[in-house]
């Protein structure tokens, strides 16, 4: 379950990416999907407002802080390829709210990578979600 977009088929090397990455954090058999954040909404997110295309959305303390976002605009800048420089909210998709949001803090090494991950403490509980996996 994909908010699709830059992950469709037509890029099925970035879509399992994503897929796996969801896997890893315990969402891929519930009911949440991972939707990317535009520049747009990376840009407002680092200036510490909240896009109006996400407004009314989010769970308390589910929004990513400014640092993640520019995090991700500087890696954009720099060259590194999505999915490596993107960020994700995680949208519970009973009634689309936004419980999270998670992205990769560098391309892998090695065949890992880490993974940075916040979500709101209305939707914590069951998953042990770890910090790096193994791409290998």
């Not at 890029?11 to 009911?31: I, N, S």
């Not at 999907?33 to 535009?38: F, G, P």
């Not at 996400?54 to 400014?66: C, N, T, V």
Request: charged content about 25%; glycine content about 8%.
């Amino acid at each position: 379950r994909w908010a699709c977009g830059p992950f469709c088929a037509c890029c099925p090397a970035r879509h399992a990416v994503v897929a796996r990455l969801a896997r890893t954090l315990g969402l891929a058999e519930m009911p949440f999907s991972l939707r990317q954040l535009s520049i747009t909404e990376l840009e407002e997110l680092a200036a510490s407002r909240i896009p109006d295309s996400l407004s009314e959305r989010f769970e308390p303390g589910a929004k990513p802080p400014a640092f993640v976002a520019e995090r991700s605009l500087t890696l954009r800048r720099a060259g590194h390829p999505a999915p490596w420089s993107t960020s994700f909210l995680i949208v519970r998709d009973a009634d689309k709210r936004i419980v999270g949001a998670c992205g990769f803090k560098t391309a892998p090494t090695d065949g890992q990578v880490e993974v940075g991950y916040g979500v709101a403490t209305t939707a914590r509980g069951k998953e042990q979600q770890p910090k790096r996996f193994d791409f290998s």
